[in-house]
């Protein structure tokens, strides 16, 4: 924050934030330091500074538990720092349903995503920072360098329940430094606490990957969340990802989709660091205890809980493989011979076997039951990577014809530290092995290519480009990617309501918005999918608006209320199941806007002629979802709907 002399030392962030409040500034001129107002400089600085020692007036924490949550704006050219009330339209929203309002409010859609007018945000959902498992993670978006449309991305660790319980809603990068700056003046990264934000040099730190970074940040910080950007990500590359640690202090939860990591690498941000924590204000403490018993109930006894807290989400490698849907060989074929080598069952066994750091079960918030993670170690019990999941040994895997489970944990562990996304990885290096730069099945080879990425080469920056631009360039004509974002581990010819998800998800082609690989239905069959899809896209996006993680989703379901009664008791609401339904459309109506205002016509959201006229081997289908079904799917989005026409 800015130094004005003679100011006393303890009028700190939240004396700030608080003095702009009492001036009654609008929601947009809370700037740290900004006198422009009726009273005079001197008026303020003396009823203040009264206030504050002869009355006792409390610190910030206190301030927003008697108020209400914050949205935290960082200029990154201007570093002005402001704390500001949360806008009434932004009030009952969180996550990503917040994402999408404050980048249809105050984002041109035709922006350049790496220029100053684009906006990086970390937003926490509406029960993030309570003690409800499963429900703090960080939410994070902008406008896409790799779909160019909207784009949030969210993961688990620590950072987002730290933000919650400094009484944060958002926190939001503004504009870009001038290029002009000495390099020792533009990298930067965010240091928030109980009582300050300010900005720290980072140009010591440039070049390291995440775990590096973290390691030398927490002997500064012990205990601190951390959420940062790798290498790839300084380099601007469109796949690179945000990594954030987690309840080990490591750096291995990713927002890893979408290029988020380039756009907070083009404002020269290398981290944010989150220090101290606090607890949550609850408007009706025991209804929310009483809540939050059924809720954990529900969580930890549910079939699909004790799936995932065995195997993760490494079960899905046999699954899909018994669909033909595991992407093997740059989604050449459904079935992958080496399976057995890389299924969860077989991870499993060889992390118990190992011992040492090796862990079967992990949580990566606080308070998880769940617990889905692992933490997979070499055979000296050493940690290679944690976690190792479904997706990273379906795209490192089986996609690259690799059937040896320690080669995909360091090609894994690999993304992990340069920050890059490992499903566009994966994919990216799927079609450079279909051009021929490398065979199916070498590792070793594989291996190089993350070196090129690492050297930032010619060749790596091609493939950090990702799957569509590799494809582009190389001349493959087989890409699995649809608005410029890489499939992820399910193969829509054999699993076609994820297919469905693909193409008219806002996001670009991404599961987690609607997972329909679990759903009891004909996966191959293309009856029922865009319905399901819908419905399933409607209810992840009030899961993502909470905070929630994915599996909660298969515990909890449809019971609406249940999370109703929680949001009411943490923040003295009365909302029902319908209020929910209503908040899940409109985050898809903002976003399925938002596109509309980037550029984005109803020919974006289709699946490429690969996946629709090359069949799957073994089950000799293609992906015949209608064009006209998938059209449906978006108008009724954007039009806010809650069924799909007959």
Same mark, same amino acid.
């Given at each position: ?8 030392? #303890? ?242 939860? #990713? ?14 941000? $290398? ?13 009706? $403490? ?44 740059? #989604? ?40 889905? /993670?692992?933490?997979?170690?070499? +055979?000296?019990? $050493?940690?290679?990577? /944690? ?52 065979? #199916? ?160 016509? +109803? ?44």
């Amino acid at each position: 924050m800015p130094v004005f002399e003679g100011l006393p030392g #303890f009028l700190l962030v939240g004396d700030w934030a608080r003095l702009n409040c009492w001036l009654g500034t609008g929601p947009n001129q809370h700037l740290v330091g900004d006198w422009d107002s009726p009273k005079t400089t001197a008026q303020i600085l003396w009823i203040f500074c009264y206030n504050r020692v002869k009355c006792g007036i409390p610190n910030f924490s206190t301030y927003q538990e008697d108020v209400m949550d914050h949205i935290l704006r960082i200029n990154t050219r201007t570093k002005e720092i402001r704390y500001e009330e949360t806008p009434d339209a932004y009030l009952k929203t969180g996550g990503r349903g917040l994402i999408a309002k404050i980048l249809l409010h105050e984002v041109d859609p035709a922006c350049e995503p790496l220029g100053r007018h684009n906006k990086l945000i970390f937003a926490m959902g509406l029960l993030t920072g309570t003690n409800v498992s499963s429900a703090s993670r960080v939410c994070i978006g902008a406008k896409s360098p790799l779909t160019q449309g909207i784009k949030e991305s969210n993961s688990g660790g620590t950072t987002a329940m730290r933000l919650a319980q400094l009484g944060l809603k958002a926190v939001i990068l503004e504009d870009q430094p001038l290029e002009e700056q000495p390099l020792d003046d533009q990298w930067y990264y965010i240091k928030i606490s109980k009582d300050e934000c300010s900005l720290e040099s980072a140009s010591d730190y440039l070049g390291m990957g995440t775990g590096e970074f973290c390691e030398a940040i927490h002997k500064i910080y012990p205990g601190a969340a951390v959420s940062c950007i790798g290498p790839v990500g300084e380099m601007l590359y469109s796949s690179a990802g945000i990594a954030t640690t987690d309840t080990d202090h490591k750096p291995g939860r #990713f927002s890893g989709r979408g290029g988020l990591g380039a756009v907070m690498g083009s404002k020269k941000i $290398k981290g944010i660091v989150v220090i101290g924590k606090d607890t949550m204000p609850l408007a009706d $403490k025991d209804g929310f205890m009483t809540a939050l018993k059924t809720y954990t109930a529900v969580v930890k006894d549910a079939p699909s809980t004790l799936n995932y807290r065995t195997l993760g989400t490494a079960s899905m490698v046999r699954v899909m493989n018994g669909h033909s849907g595991l992407p093997t060989c740059n #989604f050449s074929l459904g079935t992958f011979d080496g399976m057995d080598n890389i299924c969860g069952e077989t991870m499993f066994d060889v992390i118990t076997e190992r011992g040492g750091e090796g862990r079967t079960s992990h949580a990566c918030m606080p308070g998880c039951v769940i617990q889905c /993670s692992n933490v997979y170690p070499d +055979k000296d019990g $050493k940690t290679i990577v /944690s976690p190792l999941e479904y997706e990273n040994i379906g795209l490192l895997g089986s996609n690259l014809g690799i059937s040896d489970l320690d080669t995909v944990a360091r090609l894994n562990a690999l993304c992990n530290e340069m920050g890059i996304d490992t499903i566009e990885t994966g994919a990216a290096i799927g079609v450079a092995m279909e051009a021929g730069l490398a065979a #199916f099945g070498d590792g070793a080879a594989a291996l190089g290519l993350m070196e090129e990425i690492r050297q930032g080469t010619v060749l790596g920056r091609l493939l950090g480009s990702g799957a569509t631009i590799t494809g582009k360039v190389l001349g493959v004509r087989n890409v699995p990617a649809i608005n410029g974002q890489a499939f992820p581990a399910y193969d829509p010819r054999a699993i076609k309501g994820m297919g469905v998800t693909y193409a008219t998800s806002p996001m670009g082609a991404d599961h987690t918005y609607g997972a329909t690989a679990r759903a009891q239905i004909e996966q191959a069959s293309r009856v029922g999918q865009a319905d399901l899809s819908f419905r399933t896209q409607k209810n992840m996006a009030i899961y993502d608006t909470m905070g929630f993680c994915i599996f909660c989703s298969g515990a909890v379901g449809n019971q609406h209320q249940l999370i109703a009664d929680l949001i009411n008791a943490r923040h003295g609401w009365s909302v029902d199941a319908d209020w929910l339904k209503a908040v899940g459309e409109e985050t898809l109506k903002d976003e399925h806007t938002f596109n509309q205002k980037a550029g984005f016509t +109803k020919a974006h959201y289709r699946m490429p002629e690969c996946f629709t006229e090359r069949r799957l081997p073994g089950l000799n289908s293609v992906f015949d979802v209608t064009p006209e079904e998938l059209a449906e799917v978006v108008d009724a989005h954007f039009e806010g709907r809650k069924t799909l026409k007959p």
